[in-house]
């Protein structure tokens, strides 16, 4: 099969059965297809769709995304993980509006240089939104290359992508180029998949390679296995007399960069000590939930979570403004991890008094600086 018969079946099989009626192909201009491409790495399509229209009906420009308060954008991106991904995004549309006048730049190289735009990326929004042919290698593009042209190795070591991108960029046709970009993924995302793909179905089955030597599994080539570390840590639920719980905003990078998060108490200190050093409150325990393991991308965190009443009040001490009292009965938009927000789902009180006229909304914590 020519590098054309490989274009042509693509496109061919995509008129028949591609995806056309997704919520950034309506409308579709640079910036929905900016920010559906940001969530859909290592996302996948049905898990993004309602955040996508989420986020568009709180942002439908790049103008509103760049002035909108980092906690608005981090609470809509809540649960989809990732979360630097929301952060360069935020990133992004500032640096575009102050030099590019709010309209996202259609050279590759200015692209490139916006905050979480690869080369990738950038391809997939300039032959997307403006038709411009340029090759693109997420995920689903490197296993239907690999499998094709049975590339040995793991994509991410630098010759084997190097490898991928050069057969990516002479399968890209200037014609139809944003079908044929759409093509490809969907070709990953439906039939090409990672275990059990449809090669019976597939219209590129006569010269794949890996299909005609029975080794489809083999390509591509795996990430080279290690042990991810493992971590424990304490969580620390301090609910009020109204179901409040105290959170934390976490430093604006690192895990869960930016996002509200509950406090962590060391090991081998004695929570309720911690909580008057810390912060001045006097707590007493009145539970502890099963622990878990919550899994990143690079190590495990085992956490231990301890539910703590507050007795008495903190009204007489100075504000601080990263901790909040954050009721989950009635809960605001704030950027809170997933695991968070679970056990936050789980302390949910009925309030067992008012407390400085809160009735559990949001509020600034008042701890001792």
């Known amino acids: ?26 409308e579709r201009s640079a910036y929905r297809v900016w920010v559906s491409e940001i969530m859909l790495q290592q996302t996948q399509v049905a898990t993004v769709i309602p955040y996508f229209e989420r986020f568009m009906a709180a942002f439908p420009t790049l103008g509103a995304l760049a002035a909108a308060p980092l906690d608005d954008i981090l609470g809509l991106w809540s649960g989809l993980g990732y979360y630097a991904r929301a952060r360069n995004l935020h990133q992004a549309a500032k640096q575009t509006v102050d030099r590019y006048g709010g309209e996202l730049p259609t050279a590759i190289d200015e692209l490139c240089q916006l905050p979480g735009i690869g080369r990738s990326t950038a391809g997939a929004i300039l032959a997307l939104a403006h038709g411009q042919p340029h090759p693109i290698l997420d995920g689903n593009a490197k296993r239907v290359l690999a499998r094709y042209h049975a590339v040995p190795g793991w994509p991410g070591q630098t010759a084997v992508a190097k490898q991928l991108w050069d057969l990516a960029a002479r399968h890209t046709p200037a014609p139809r180029v944003a079908d044929y970009t759409q093509a490809i993924m969907d070709l990953g995302a439906t039939l090409c ?20 030597a029975g080794r489809q599994a083999d390509y591509p080539g795996a990430k080279p296995r290690r042990s991810s570390p493992a971590r424990a840590s304490r969580f620390l639920l301090i609910r009020d007399p109204a179901g409040a719980v105290l959170l934390e905003k976490r430093p604006p990078t690192g895990v869960w960069g930016g996002l509200w998060s509950l406090p962590e108490c060391p090991e081998g200190e004695e929570v309720t000590d911690w909580c008057r050093d810390h912060f001045g409150l006097a707590t007493r325990v009145a539970m502890t939930l099963p622990r878990f393991r919550h899994t990143f991308s690079h190590f495990h965190l085992d956490i231990a979570p301890l539910v703590l009443d507050l007795v008495g009040s903190a009204d007489s001490i100075s504000d601080r403004a990263a901790q909040v009292w954050f009721n989950p009965a009635k809960p605001v938009r704030l950027g809170i991890p997933a695991p968070v927000q679970r056990l936050l789902e789980q302390v949910t009180v009925q309030p067992r008094g008012e407390m400085n006229g809160a009735n559990g909304e949001l509020r600034k914590a008042r701890t001792r600086g």
């Not at 490989?6 to 995509?14: G, I, N, P, S």
């Not at 028949?16 to 192909?25: E, F, M, N």
């Not at 597939?202 to 390679?209: D, T």
């Open 193 to 212: 998949t990672r275990t059990h793909p449809a090669c019976g179905d597939c219209p590129l089955m006569a010269g794949c390679q890996g299909f005609a």
């Open 1 to 26: 099969m020519t590098d054309d018969d490989f274009a042509h079946r693509l496109l061919a099989w995509y008129d028949g059965h591609g995806r056309k009626d997704l919520p950034w192909q309506t």
